[in-house]
């Protein structure tokens, strides 16, 4: 989490599968090479995307889905990962490469 906006580093792994993350990135970086932002995530009004609104957004879903918003952060989404990453194939050191 960059708690103090100052980017974070990213590792992306190749897997050679049709999901593949780094051929995923790839394709959207050369879609988005002519934004002057250097957001990964922007609004549609060309503005980055901040936790912050990121959060807010969520809340705003969760409660017209009927679902208790104030339970849901950044920080749950994160822990989310992290318990459906922790499957006997899915090996320790890869998890905690994805968490930093």
């Known amino acids: 989490i960059d708690l103090e906006n100052k980017g974070v580093d990213v590792r992306l792994f190749k897997n050679g599968i049709l999901a593949c993350e780094v051929h995923a990135l790839t394709k959207f970086t050369r879609i988005r090479s002519s934004k002057q932002d250097n957001s990964f995530f922007i609004l549609p009004n060309g503005q980055p995307l901040t936790r912050r609104t990121f959060v807010e957004n969520l809340r705003h879903v969760l409660m017209q889905l009927g679902i ?9 989404l994160r822990v989310g990962a992290t318990t459906s990453a922790t499957t006997p194939s899915v090996l320790d050191h890869l998890i905690q490469a994805r968490e930093r």
């Open 68 to 76: 208790q918003a104030s339970s849901y952060s950044g920080h749950t």
